[in-house]
């Protein structure tokens, strides 16, 4: 039997407009229909296939405001088993190593874990260090960037997929893992699951229950701050060549000019 948490998130929907809060310069999460981040389907989906073929529980983890209950109950009519909700409006504009700090408590209160799986990065931030940070704080083996995964007795093997090519990577468990989009094609929540998701225990923790104290985390102790921002320029009509016999070379001058080639 395996037991798997599954570290997810609720982001702005990416085919919403987002945008900064003009008072302390973190995402505006209320700009944008909020929604289960893609990747983090994807993970949930890979703790589903691992409980079906070796046994175990999913657990889903979230820090995040009341409405991310929502992304929790999504994973949970998916399939996950039960769910643990970090809230406390202390952690709003925390960075990614105060999340991991905290996400690493939490996981500490889970009993058996076996394995954390996670997506390689958030729509939102794209930080892509939270799983490897979380490691770091557990003292855990990491596979990051995974596009295959087996598990076989209490090893962990798959395929790690990087810009410089793809590598065979192997780990004892208990360890952390990210998937990329290419791990699986998440299953869509049944009308069953859906009512059985509202059954399912949500263990709701806030910074207190974990030990963490207020000024570990949030915008005003993270490492980065952001001081400005300007919104993204509107977009420029495009250049039209017209061909009189050197259309190709104007095209190609153009691509030379943009350093495109």
């Not at 996981?107 to 939102?124: H, K, P, Q, Y």
């Not at 892509?128 to 596979?143: F, S």
């Not at 570990?216 to 320029?233: I, L, R, Y």
Request: contains cysteine; hydrophobic residues 40%; charged residues 30%.
């Amino acid at each position: 039997m395996t037991n798997v948490v599954v570290l997810i998130k609720q982001v702005p929907d990416t085919w919403s407009e987002r945008k900064l809060r003009e008072d302390d310069w973190t995402l505006d999460r209320d700009s944008a229909d909020p929604v289960l981040d893609e990747i983090n389907e994807r993970a949930v989906e890979e703790a589903l296939l691992i409980k079906e073929k070796h046994g175990g529980e999913v657990t889903v983890l979230c820090a995040g405001p009341d409405r991310a209950a929502d992304a929790i109950r999504k994973a949970l009519s998916m399939g996950a088993d039960k769910a643990i909700h970090i809230n406390d409006e202390a952690l709003h504009g925390s960075d990614a190593l105060q999340t991991s700090w905290v996400l690493a408590k939490a996981l500490g209160t889970v009993e058996g874990v076996e394995l954390v799986i996670a997506g390689n990065e958030s729509t939102d931030g794209r930080v892509g260090a939270v799983p490897a940070i979380i490691a770091e704080y557990l003292g855990l083996p990491q596979l990051t960037q995974m596009r295959k995964l087996e598990i076989d007795g209490d090893t962990i093997s798959g395929e790690r997929e990087t810009d410089d090519g793809v590598f065979g990577l192997e780990a004892t468990l208990p360890a952390i893992v990210s998937v990329n989009e290419k791990i699986n094609e998440p299953r869509f929540p049944s009308f069953k699951g859906i009512m059985a998701a509202k059954k399912k225990p949500i263990e709701v923790l806030s910074l207190a229950d974990l030990e963490v104290e207020p000024g570990e985390v949030g915008v005003a102790n993270a490492a980065s701050q952001v001081t400005a921002a300007q919104p993204k320029p509107p977009k420029a009509a495009g250049e039209k060549i017209t061909d009189e016999g050197e259309g190709g070379t104007k095209i190609a001058e153009y691509l030379v000019a943009q350093k495109i080639i």
